[in-house]
T-cell receptor, first 114, second 117 residues
Framework: SQTIHQWPATLVQPVGSPLSLECTVE??????LYWYRQAAGRGLQLLFYSVGIGQISSEVPQNLSASRPQDRQFILSSKKLLLSDSGFYLC?????????????FGPGTRLLVL | AQKVTQAQTEISVVEKEDVTLDCVYETRDTTYYLFWYKQPPSGELVFLIR??????QNEISGRYSWNFQKSTSSFNFTITASQVVDSAVYFC??????????????FGQGTTLQVKP
């Protein structure tokens, strides 16, 4: 069966510091990968998606970037965090082969920027 | 424009009551999928159901049932005989099949369900 991991689970970082959040998927090949952010108030917003290694598309211009160095690894980064980057970051995967596949979410990373 | 509206911000019921969570969506696509996810206090989103736009058949899974009506652009979720473990935030989401679609899920703002013993 497929599983998705995220780490760290919780992170407290000062403004201006760098960020690296990692997401890995097990039990599947060539997944579509997604990064969402859930700010206080609960709405979820798609940040990045990837259909393959090195292929990253951004949905919303922002202070963050994403990379996919391996087939089942997706990384969310920032060079300098802003207060507004605080939130709950969720990684999701969907099976290879179509845009309308169900997305399955990881446990998330809670980020607090102080 | 795509949009998902969950007008109920919070619902509180007593255990064993039935409860319906409303979801209304907007889309110009004729082909799309609708989803429900559950977010317990731990934070992880748990997939509950997916329906495509060509299948308006209602679905029942245990205590859960879903009513999809294209005429009213609604995809409502009913929990029968609610239990304390049903307490969570529930999200309705839309994914369109348009050529520019990334597989992006458009989420509603969520409904917090509290089931009291």
């Amino acid at each position: 069966s497929q599983t998705i991991h995220q780490w760290p689970a919780t992170l407290v970082q000062p403004v201006g510091s760098p960020l690296s959040l990692e997401c890995t998927v097990e039990g599947t090949s060539n997944p579509n990968l997604y990064w969402y952010r859930q700010a206080a108030g609960r709405g979820l917003q798609l940040l990045f998606y990837s259909v393959g290694i090195g292929q990253i598309s951004s949905e919303v211009p922002q202070n963050l970037s994403a990379s996919r160095p391996q087939d089942r690894q997706f990384i969310l980064s920032s060079k300098k965090l802003l207060l507004s980057d605080s939130g709950f970051y969720l990684c999701a995967w969907s099976p290879f082969g179509g845009r309308l596949q169900t997305q399955y979410f990881g446990p998330g990373t809670r980020l607090l920027v102080l | 424009a795509q949009k998902v509206t969950q007008a109920q911000t919070e619902i509180s019921v007593v255990e064993k009551e039935d409860v319906t969570l409303d979801c209304v969506y907007e889309t110009r696509d004729t082909t799309y999928y609708l989803f429900w996810y559950k977010q317990p206090p731990s934070g992880e989103l748990v997939f509950l159901i997916r329906r495509n736009s060509f299948d308006e058949q209602n679905e029942i899974s245990g205590r859960y049932s879903w009513n999809f009506q294209k005429s009213t652009s609604s995809f409502n979720f009913t929990i029968t005989a609610s239990q304390v473990v049903d307490s969570a935030v529930y999200f309705c989401a839309l994914s369109e099949a348009g050529s520019s679609n990334t597989g992006k899920l458009i989420f509603g703002q969520g409904t917090t369900l509290q089931v009291k013993p």
